[in-house]
């Protein structure tokens, strides 16, 4: 497999661990994760001005801080800002997009504009170029306001990779690893393999029903494969608590029952709201997310449907 190193220059643009140790970091939303290692985790309240929930963390180096995602807006940037900085002011030098939808990128410029490089696998670059101007367009019809998005900028990935990518913070390597398609053609996980701390992204959700409409689902399950061989202690997601490999074996089971039940239902009925109801019945409880059950009906199982409502 190819793997690409980034070294970090200045001015130059291009053991095991217990969970029952993780603090909250004074004053504000992230937790340690490790030594180094900082996230937003556990996140209850999935209000889209509350980037539906997602996860974004910090690994902080010798040489500056590299960002696990940005939320959805530049107010929310700015809060993760402003928590980074209670932590440490150390440079942020690298911004890595796990995928490309907006509750993990919108924020990016607001760390663009402090100098740092916004890194991303090579299919959610094209996808985001592709439709990222109508995406925060669009956001307004998911809940966001103009007060909400007030401020809020594009900021493309300017690195790209397609297999492997390390990125050296100093005394610190991040490895970016794309296990293939899953939550998106081009998610990715951020692994630091001396700590055996890994983030999933939205290729795992914990707690919440996930988004499911452009996955591959049989490459999903065949990802969750490969990030679980990665061995990780602590798995932060891209939604929910702190994790482990018993949430990923979840995660799988969710995935082909929830295709099993939308496949058997969508061939009987084309009415959303029954297919919507019967799959309520069959999934397991989770208390976040419940309208993504219908949205990946709609849109992965019912789209085109003649008679849909």
Known sequence: M????????????????????LTAFADTGLTKIAGNVYSYVDVKN???QNSFGANAGIVIG?????????????REAKRFIDDIRAISDKPIRYVVNTHYHLDHSFGN?????????V????????????????????????GLSEADLAGTALAYPVVAFTDRMEIDLGDQIVELIHPGR??????????????????AGDALFTGYHPFLAEGNLPDWLKAIDAIAALDAD???????????????????????????????????????????????????????????????????????????K
């Open 62 to 74: 010798r040489d500056g801080i590299l960002v696990i995602d940005t939320l959805v807006s530049a």
């Open 109 to 117: 410029a607001e760390f663009a504009k402090l100098g740092a490089i």
């Open 182 to 199: 899953s939550h998106t053609d081009g998610s990715i996980v951020v692994f630091l393999s001396d700590q055996k701390v890994l983030f």
């Open 234 to 308: 602590v798995i932060i997601p891209g939604h929910g608590p702190l994790s482990t490999g018993k949430d990923l074996a979840d995660m799988q089971e969710y995935l082909v029952s929830f295709d099993a039940m939308a496949t058997a239902l969508s061939a009987e009925s084309s009415d959303p709201e029954y297919v919507f109801a019967e799959m309520r019945k069959g999934l397991p409880a989770r208390p976040e997310g419940e309208s993504l059950i219908r949205a990946n009906i709609m849109m992965k199982y019912l789209a085109g449907k003649e008679g849909n």
């Open 46 to 48: 999935s209000s889209p």
């Open 119 to 142: 890194v991303a696998h090579a299919n959610d670059r094209q996808t985001m170029l592709r439709i990222g101007e109508a995406a925060l367009q669009g956001a307004r019809e998911f």
């Open 2 to 21: 190819k793997r690409v190193t980034v070294l970090f220059i200045p001015l130059i643009l291009f053991c095991c661990l217990s969970t029952s140790g």
